[in-house]
């Protein structure tokens, strides 16, 4: 993985189409379902087997088809097969020579700093990937993207990159999360950033897989396949106050992400019509967006309005995700893209574009641009 800290990727008017997707989260079994609770503000959360420091019993949205006593990595590996077992029946429709690329987001933990207990438990994951691609993948090769909530935009970055030029037909790009293990939420714990109750400025833990498979239109047309949406551009960013820092929050790495996805657009009418975004209770998270936003959708101004340029509708429609999924972690950006995508196939909101938005726990920030794609 080479991602670029403050890079982009911008397409060309429909070089790359998302052409299959599947997820797996504490409301859904698939695409459809994730769109359509999401949309009807369907909530499941209840109450998690693991106990806070206040005796509470732990708020959780968890997926409750999968045992409690299952935890950590092994329930990553059952919301993994969960969302790629979706994909199986699309990628066979591909022409037998495809080559294929898979990027798995995978949660901060699993990075460069990983103990040695959590080294050996992402080469489990991804040996566990790397075994469905062999199965109904062509054999696709696992490029490992640790870097939580953000991954996906780091990884489609590069997968788009790779599709255009040609070296890769079709790529899956995705992610994966859950905080369903002793040791993650003993760390939400001490970071008293767990909601239990009485810390009202806290998160509540979710879990889910989802993947996406994009290719170029033309290669969807010939497996006779319709393109779901369109990416129109991938922004990176890199916030120098993260989470954790002792530094204070700048909101600059999530401008930088915003922009470099939104300033491809040549149309000096474009607009852009929705953002789902990663907000939750942590007043960090809403710190740095309401930082961000202005910035990055009202780009001039500070010249007395003479270098204005408005890059939004005036009452931009902001939603987040984890007010119905929990916070998602690394399964945030691509289950915000599938419930965009589907918004785009079935007409609820109407809106034509969505950017999709999340922060990391570290520096890491990621935008990606998705357009509803022209009827057939």
């Not at 403050?6 to 008017?13: D, E």
């Not at 992400?257 to 040549?266: D, V």
């Not at 909101?349 to 794609?373: E, Q, Y």
Request: charged share 20%.
């Amino acid at each position: 993985m080479t991602g670029r800290p403050n890079g982009s990727w911008m397409g060309k008017g429909g070089d790359v189409g998302l052409y299959a997707m599947g997820a797996f989260n504490g409301l859904a079994f698939d695409a459809h379902q994730t769109w359509a609770f999401w949309r009807a503000e369907a909530v499941g959360v209840t109450e998690g087997p693991f106990r806070c420091a206040n005796g509470t019993r732990a708020t959780m949205l968890s997926a409750r088809t999968l045992p409690p006593r299952l935890c950590g990595v092994e329930r990553m590996m059952a919301l993994v097969d969960g969302a790629l077992g979706q994909l199986e029946a699309p990628l066979a429709r591909l022409r037998g020579d495809a080559r294929l690329r898979l990027w798995l987001g995978l949660p901060e933990r699993y990075g460069p700093e990983a103990s040695k207990a959590r080294a050996v438990e992402r080469r489990h994951l991804e040996g566990h990937v790397k075994r469905w691609c062999e199965r109904a993948a062509a054999g696709a090769p696992v490029i490992a993207v640790p870097r939580g909530a953000a991954s996906l935009a780091f990884a489609l970055a590069e997968a788009c990159a790779d599709v255009t030029s040609g070296q890769v037909d079709a790529a899956i790009v995705g992610g994966v999360d859950t905080f369903h293990a002793p040791d993650v939420m003993d760390e939400l714990m001490a970071q008293s950033r767990l909601f239990d109750g009485e810390n009202m400025d806290s998160l509540i833990p979710g879990e889910g897989a989802a993947f996406l498979v994009i290719t170029r239109p033309r290669a969807a047309a010939s497996a006779g396949m319709p393109v779901l949406a369109l990416v129109d551009a991938v922004g990176l960013g890199q916030e120098p106050g993260a989470l954790l820092s002792e530094a204070p929050c700048s909101g600059m790495g999530l401008t930088h992400a915003i922009r470099a996805a939104t300033g491809s657009q040549r149309d000096p009418n474009w607009r852009l019509e929705w953002l789902l975004g990663d907000v939750n209770n942590e007043s960090y998270r809403s710190g740095e967006l309401q930082l961000a936003l202005p910035r990055a959708l009202a780009p001039g101004g500070m010249d007395g309005g003479k270098g204005y340029r408005p890059i939004a509708v005036d009452d931009l429609p902001v939603d987040f995700l984890p007010l119905r999924f929990g916070d998602l972690g690394a399964a945030t950006l691509p289950t915000a893209a599938i419930i965009a995508s589907q918004a785009f196939l079935r007409g609820a909101p109407t809106a034509t574009n969505c950017l999709c938005v999340s922060s990391s726990l570290g520096p890491d920030r990621g935008a990606v641009l998705l357009r509803a794609a022209p009827p057939t």
